[in-house]
């Protein structure tokens, strides 16, 4: 089945300092996808791509669409303690109008010393 | 803006009884999506709905069941509860029909503890 691979699983930066995540994947999807997930909480969007080669920000937040339409990431700029929290990117594949389910990588963990 | 509800945010049960969930989507969202979360892991996709209508099914056991109603809403159905359905469920939701706009909006979840 389709598999994501996000990295790194975890990091520990100084306040201020950028951030920089990626997924990768052996098959490709026409939408990605990156959340934000805080304990006991839902998923919030923070950026949805949904084409090759896509640059999106979001404030502080960056994303891009891999060309090969297999891989994305994910750059926080000056980061601050609110940005802790776990990242997941997501992508879906779809072809025709109807539900599409996500697929998850496994989340980057991310610790801030203030 | 209005956020996808679910209700309740937790619930306790014991071992072989039975509990439902309950999801309420964005309004005029027309597709819901069920993910199971478990401690330390990412989102399993367990079934979603369109129209009504099952759209595709995920690693969802026999013991769990749902439906969407005439008015969009969800329930997920699970029976003879094992101790190891303990886990944050999620329900997303998202616009089909119009094109571009079916990024997939989560709720808060329900935590679900079984003893």
């Known amino acids: 089945g389709q598999q994501l691979n996000q990295s790194p699983q975890s990091m520990f930066i100084q306040e201020g300092e950028d951030v920089s995540m990626n997924c990768t994947s052996s098959?490709?999807?026409?939408?990605w996808l990156w959340y934000k997930q805080d304990p006991g909480e839902g998923p919030v969007l923070l950026i949805a791509l949904y084409k090759a080669g896509e640059l999106t920000s979001n404030g502080r937040l960056t994303a891009q669409f891999g060309i090969t339409r297999k891989d994305s990431f994910l750059n926080i700029s000056a980061s601050i303690p609110s940005d802790v929290g776990i990242y997941f990117c997501?992508?879906?594949?779809?072809?025709?109008?109807?539900?599409?389910?996500?697929?998850f990588g496994q989340g980057t963990r991310l610790t801030i010393n203030p | 803006a209005a956020g996808v509800i679910q209700s309740p945010r937790h619930l306790i049960k014991e071992k072989r009884e039975t509990a439902t969930l309950k999801c309420y989507p964005i309004?005029?969202?027309?597709?819901v999506y069920w993910y199971q979360q478990g401690p330390g892991q990412d989102p399993q996709f367990l079934i979603s709905?369109?129209?009504?209508?099952?759209?595709d099914k995920g690693s969802i056991p026999d013991r769990f069941s749902a439906q969407q109603f005439s008015d969009y809403h969800s329930e997920l159905n699970m029976s003879s509860l094992e101790l190891g359905d303990s886990a944050l469920y999620f329900c997303?939701?998202?616009?089909?029909?119009?094109?571009?706009?079916?990024?997939?909006?989560f709720g808060p979840g329900t935590r679900l503890t079984v003893l």
């Open positions: 309004p005029r969202h027309d597709t």
């Open positions: 709905f369109y129209e009504k209508m099952q759209s």
């Open positions: 997501a992508g879906q594949l779809k072809w025709v109008q109807g539900a599409q389910k996500l697929v």
């Open positions: 997303a939701s998202s616009l089909e029909k119009r094109e571009g706009t079916d990024t997939q909006y």
């Open positions: 098959s490709i999807f026409n939408t």
